[in-house]
């Protein structure tokens, strides 16, 4: 089970910080991904990490100013949002992928969070 937390309500420029927390250890075997979705749009990639922290990957859209990392101990990851833009609206959606390498697309995802809302207002 993943939990996410961290949504909320900021202006365009500021910061929010995502973390999702698995319920089980083996967290750490998966590749962990965070989604964004708006409504009438498909889940869209935002970033996702491997084992190493040097194994991120990022959307363009948010490179330069999204980072992510993830605690092994705690069965966590963290997503750290920095100058956000109203088009960062969505709700936001960390997942769980067993592949091998990091994938982009939700189908290659088994595990899924509820969601959680950020909202960036001008």
């Known amino acids: 089970q993943l939990v996410e937390s961290g949504g909320g309500l900021v202006q365009a420029g500021g910061s929010l910080r995502l973390s999702c927390t698995a319920s089980e250890s083996t967290f750490s075997n998966y590749i962990a991904g965070w989604f964004r979705q708006t409504p009438g749009k498909e889940r869209e990639f935002v970033s996702a990490i491997g084992w190493l922290s040097d194994s991120a990957h990022f959307a363009d859209s948010v490179k330069g100013r999204f980072s992510i990392s993830r605690d092994h101990a705690k069965n966590t990851v963290t997503l750290q949002m920095n100058t956000l833009k109203p088009e960062d609206t969505a709700v936001y959606y960390c997942?769980?992928?067993?592949?091998?390498?990091?994938?982009?697309?939700?189908?290659?995802?088994?595990?899924w969070g509820q969601g959680t809302q950020v909202t960036v207002s001008s």
């Open positions: 997942a769980a992928s067993s592949l091998g390498t990091v994938p982009t697309l939700p189908i290659d995802y088994e595990h």
